[in-house]
């Protein structure tokens, strides 16, 4: 089974299997680029508890030695093992991450690694359980948290996360409730002794936003939100914007923008059908406000968002995901706005699930304004037909 980010798959729920394995390979142009995984033992309150609860080369094997550590096996660069059985009863999830080793240091980032894999599969019998092609839309992270295998109901699962971190280990151990015993040289100290001191850690947060909620997340370097939706319906993500210049623009399939240009906002183009769209906001600092808005084209005749499956994701790549389904049943309309950031504050930014439709049959664009409201109707009118 192919996963993507995100999906959610049994592990050993029906397989009565004892051992499972995620093998993890990668490519890379620079043979310099040194590329490790490590795996975090994380009880109830999403933190490791002590210092054997952290698994990486320099400690292959955790409490029980329910999680193991090893190097290449079966083509895989590296493999993290885990004996199910052996699971310490206060561990409840356990993250497998790849970090790249003094990486801030050297100028590297995952933006430089091609073709990362993690392979899920039964160590026994060699059946696959899964696949995950993950590390895409990185640039400059040094860290990406691959996945979680966690308990539910009894059974082992895995969560596709996906999702990068730019401070590397040290930062990945700090986020999962340790400490580096020397703030000094935060990565050597992460790799060669991380010391079980419970920190307050910023956590994996990963959040689906009720009707019309809001919530405070870590302000960050890099922003990407995704439009995602279940039908092979022609849907089209928009971002408008407002820039501490208080200048007012959109980027959308008609001007894709970009990293090195103001506003910073880059669109990944026209998805043309089912799948996604992604726009990434390279420097958060220059804006004020933006709306996340999914407009749907007219050849796809009328029916409603919230049957297709739309929902909008918006990462910080610092391991806090927030989702905005839609709730709402809407036949008629050509528009929908879904999510608000509000990047005033220095250090967070608010992020707010609107999910405001356009008036029925009305083909006019939402508008978003300075001071970071906006209207429905009463920008230009799209008409995007199969020409386009």
């Known amino acids: 089974m192919i996963l993507t980010k995100g999906q959610k798959i049994d592990v050993t729920k029906g397989r009565g299997i004892s051992d499972v ?55 895989d660069q590296e493999h993290i093992k885990i004996s199910v059985g052996k699971v310490p009863s206060d561990i409840h999830k356990i993250a497998v991450t790849l970090t790249i080793h003094e990486g801030e240091l050297h100028g590297q980032a995952f933006s430089q690694v091609r073709g990362a ?22 640039s400059i992270e040094t860290a990406i948290v691959v996945g979680e295998f966690y308990l539910h109901k009894g059974e082992w699962k895995f969560n596709a996360v996906g999702s990068g971190f730019e401070g590397g280990l040290a930062d990945l ?22 010391a079980a001191v419970p920190a307050k850690p910023s956590q ?53 923008g970009s990293k090195h240009i103001a506003p910073y906002i880059q669109l990944d183009g026209d998805a043309m059908g ?23 084209a007219i050849s796809n005749g009328s029916g409603s968002f919230r049957s297709m499956e739309v929902r909008a994701v918006v990462e910080n790549h610092q391991g806090h995901t927030v ?34 439709y356009s008036n029925d049959g009305v083909e006019r664009s939402p508008l978003l304004y300075e001071k970071g409201d906006f209207k429905m109707d009463v920008g230009p009118e799209e008409f995007k037909d199969d020409w386009d």
């Open 117 to 138: 894999v993690g392979r899920i599969y039964n160590p026994i019998n060699g059946e696959e359980i899964g696949r995950f092609n993950f590390g895409e839309g990185l």
């Open 204 to 256: 994996l947060l990963k959040v689906e936003l009720k009707k019309k909620e809001s919530i405070n997340i870590q302000k960050s370097a890099k922003v990407t939100a995704t439009l995602e939706w279940q039908t092979d319906r022609d849907l089209d993500l928009y971002c408008f914007y407002v820039t501490k210049d208080r200048e007012v623009g959109k980027v959308y399939y008609r001007n894709l």
């Open 173 to 194: 151990v700090r986020n999962f409730g340790l400490k580096v015993s020397s703030e000094s040289h935060v990565e050597a100290a992460a790799a060669a002794e991380p």
């Open 323 to 356: 989702t905005a389904p839609l709730l709402e049943e809407n036949n008629y309309a050509y528009w929908v706005a879904i999510v608000h950031i509000d990047f005033t504050d220095a250090k967070q930014m608010r992020v707010s699930h609107v999910e405001k």
């Open 274 to 296: 089912q799948g996604k769209e992604t726009i990434v906001i390279h420097r958060p600092e220059a804006l004020s406000f933006v709306l996340f808005a999914a407009y749907s």
């Open 21 to 75: 394995v995620i093998g993890l390979s990668w490519q890379t142009a620079d043979a310099a680029i040194d590329i490790n995984a490590s795996a975090f033992l994380l009880n109830q309150a999403g933190v490791c508890a002590q210092d054997e609860d952290m698994i990486f080369y320099n400690q292959p094997f955790s409490r029980q030695h329910a999680v193991t550590h090893a190097g290449p096996v079966n083509g």
